[in-house]
Nanobody, 116 residues
Framework: QVQLVESGGGLVQAGGSLRLSCAAS????????MGWYRQAPGKKRELVAN???????NYADSVKGRFTISRDNAKNTVYLQMNSLKPEDTAVYYC??????????WGQGTQVTVSS
Protein backbone atom coordinates (compact mmCIF):
# COMPACT_ATOMS: atom_id res chain seq x y z
CA GLN A 1 0.00 0.00 0.00
CA VAL A 2 1.34 3.40 -1.02
CA GLN A 3 0.00 6.67 0.34
CA LEU A 4 0.33 9.90 -1.63
CA VAL A 5 0.00 13.39 -0.18
CA GLU A 6 -0.23 16.33 -2.57
CA SER A 7 0.28 20.02 -2.00
CA GLY A 8 0.71 23.23 -3.95
CA GLY A 9 -2.54 23.84 -5.77
CA GLY A 10 -4.34 27.16 -5.78
CA LEU A 11 -5.64 30.08 -7.78
CA VAL A 12 -3.40 31.87 -10.25
CA GLN A 13 -3.85 34.28 -13.14
CA ALA A 14 -3.23 33.21 -16.70
CA GLY A 15 0.47 33.30 -17.46
CA GLY A 16 1.38 32.56 -13.86
CA SER A 17 3.11 29.58 -12.28
CA LEU A 18 2.42 26.96 -9.65
CA ARG A 19 4.43 24.06 -8.28
CA LEU A 20 2.76 20.86 -7.15
CA SER A 21 4.41 18.36 -4.82
CA CYS A 22 3.51 14.78 -4.01
CA ALA A 23 5.14 12.77 -1.24
CA ALA A 24 4.83 8.99 -1.30
CA SER A 25 5.06 6.72 1.73
CA UNK A 26 4.43 3.08 2.53
CA UNK A 27 5.43 0.03 0.47
CA UNK A 28 7.34 1.79 -2.28
CA UNK A 29 8.97 -0.50 -4.81
CA UNK A 30 12.24 0.63 -6.31
CA UNK A 31 10.98 0.30 -9.89
CA UNK A 32 8.00 2.58 -10.28
CA UNK A 33 6.46 5.33 -12.32
CA MET A 34 5.10 8.46 -10.68
CA GLY A 35 3.10 11.13 -12.35
CA TRP A 36 0.30 13.64 -12.45
CA TYR A 37 -3.14 13.36 -13.95
CA ARG A 38 -5.87 15.98 -14.08
CA GLN A 39 -9.61 16.03 -14.38
CA ALA A 40 -11.64 19.05 -15.39
CA PRO A 41 -15.41 19.23 -14.76
CA GLY A 42 -17.28 17.02 -17.20
CA LYS A 43 -14.11 15.56 -18.66
CA LYS A 44 -12.19 12.33 -18.28
CA ARG A 45 -9.09 12.11 -16.17
CA GLU A 46 -6.04 12.57 -18.38
CA LEU A 47 -2.32 12.10 -18.04
CA VAL A 48 -0.35 15.31 -17.61
CA ALA A 49 3.16 13.91 -17.14
CA ASN A 50 5.00 11.00 -15.60
CA UNK A 51 8.56 10.13 -14.71
CA UNK A 52 10.35 6.91 -13.88
CA UNK A 53 12.96 6.42 -11.24
CA UNK A 54 15.74 6.94 -13.81
CA UNK A 55 14.35 10.33 -14.77
CA UNK A 56 12.76 9.52 -18.13
CA UNK A 57 9.71 11.69 -18.66
CA ASN A 58 6.52 11.69 -20.69
CA TYR A 59 4.24 14.71 -21.24
CA ALA A 60 0.84 15.36 -22.68
CA ASP A 61 1.13 17.43 -25.86
CA SER A 62 -0.96 20.18 -24.28
CA VAL A 63 1.63 20.88 -21.57
CA LYS A 64 4.91 20.29 -23.40
CA GLY A 65 7.23 23.26 -23.05
CA ARG A 66 5.22 24.69 -20.13
CA PHE A 67 5.25 22.00 -17.44
CA THR A 68 8.23 20.18 -16.00
CA ILE A 69 8.04 17.01 -13.92
CA SER A 70 10.86 15.99 -11.62
CA ARG A 71 11.40 13.67 -8.68
CA ASP A 72 13.61 13.26 -5.65
CA ASN A 73 14.07 9.52 -5.17
CA ALA A 74 15.61 9.94 -1.74
CA LYS A 75 12.46 11.71 -0.56
CA ASN A 76 10.02 9.65 -2.67
CA THR A 77 8.60 12.93 -3.89
CA VAL A 78 7.52 14.04 -7.34
CA TYR A 79 7.06 17.65 -8.42
CA LEU A 80 5.21 19.38 -11.22
CA GLN A 81 6.39 22.87 -12.12
CA MET A 82 3.66 24.56 -14.13
CA ASN A 83 4.53 27.74 -16.03
CA SER A 84 2.59 29.87 -18.50
CA LEU A 85 -0.65 28.54 -17.09
CA LYS A 86 -3.80 28.83 -19.17
CA PRO A 87 -7.47 28.79 -18.12
CA GLU A 88 -7.78 25.39 -19.81
CA ASP A 89 -5.29 24.00 -17.27
CA THR A 90 -7.97 24.43 -14.60
CA ALA A 91 -8.65 21.02 -13.08
CA VAL A 92 -8.17 18.82 -10.07
CA TYR A 93 -4.66 17.42 -10.27
CA TYR A 94 -4.00 13.92 -8.94
CA CYS A 95 -0.70 12.33 -8.08
CA UNK A 96 -0.26 8.76 -9.28
CA UNK A 97 2.05 5.89 -8.31
CA UNK A 98 2.29 2.97 -10.72
CA UNK A 99 4.00 -0.36 -10.21
CA UNK A 100 3.67 -2.93 -12.97
CA UNK A 101 1.26 -5.72 -12.03
CA UNK A 102 -0.32 -3.86 -9.11
CA UNK A 103 -3.20 -1.43 -8.69
CA UNK A 104 -2.26 2.22 -8.99
CA UNK A 105 -2.26 4.49 -5.95
CA TRP A 106 -3.80 7.95 -6.13
CA GLY A 107 -3.56 11.12 -4.11
CA GLN A 108 -6.61 12.96 -2.84
CA GLY A 109 -6.33 15.62 -5.55
CA THR A 110 -5.46 19.31 -5.45
CA GLN A 111 -7.41 22.04 -7.20
CA VAL A 112 -5.66 24.26 -9.71
CA THR A 113 -7.67 27.21 -10.97
CA VAL A 114 -6.35 29.57 -13.64
CA SER A 115 -8.27 32.80 -14.13
CA SER A 116 -8.30 34.66 -17.43
Amino acid sequence: QVQLVESGGGLVQAGGSLRLSCAASGSIFSINLMGWYRQAPGKKRELVANINRGGSTNYADSVKGRFTISRDNAKNTVYLQMNSLKPEDTAVYYCNYHRLGYDDSWGQGTQVTVSS
